[in-house]
């Protein structure tokens, strides 16, 4: 799968896509330094971004993250990237009418290419593999998450707060207010406290106000 940012609801949201393609979790994930899942702040102490280690805990995976430098601590290196680019992307010439299609050709490139090959290293196929491996891996969890990031704002006297530069409104009542805005894949939630003062549709619009009737 290819996106188009790397903040935290779209590593959440490829974390979901991997886990159901796999139909399974892996006991432990490792990671680079990086400040969505956490890094090294000192010899033998790691920082954890607190919103991925919360949304992890129900699938109760080991999070480890790389030393800097020692790429060797992910177990295999491998150039997974290199594979990606002489292979899938030159099959197209790497020209893609937009992000839809190119994923749509990632998933049939990894179908009927990549996942059905002998492997150069295993010398099995990686669809084979993975039959083996899921036996050793953890089930998916019966309530899982769902991603989200957070946002601070202050409701402006328009009554709406800004976010990727639309706006969504609340009750007049809270102008000036300090809220949270969490941010999920198609829906807006606006929280003051422990209380949700309004949900909003997602807009992939630019510059848009969208304003509830009962806002009016």
Known sequence: RFALNEQLDTLLRLH??????????????TYDNMTTVGRHIGPNEVWLNPQFAAWATPYE??????RPGCPNDH?????????????CLLRRRS???????????????????????????????PVDQLG??????????????????TQLRKVGTDFCVAYDTNTYSVSPAYVGRDVTVRVYPERVE???????????QRTQGR???HVLPEHA
């Open 16 to 29: 979901e896509e991997a886990f159901t393609e796999l139909d399974a979790v892996p006991n432990e994930m």
């Open 61 to 66: 995976f080991a999070i480890r993250l790389t």
């Open 132 to 149: 083996y491996e899921r036996s050793f891996m953890k089930a998916l969890p019966s309530a899982r998450p769902e991603p989200y990031r």
């Open 190 to 200: 606006i929280w003051l406290e422990m209380q949700v003062l309004a949900t909003h």
């Open 75 to 87: 177990a295999s290196v491998e150039r997974h990237m290199y594979y990606i680019e002489r292979n």
């Open 95 to 125: 020209r893609f009418d937009d992000l839809e299609d190119l994923n749509q050709h990632a998933k049939t490139w990894c179908d009927t290419v990549a996942n059905v090959r002998i492997h150069g290293k295993t010398r099995r196929r």
């Open 207 to 209: 510059y848009e106000r």
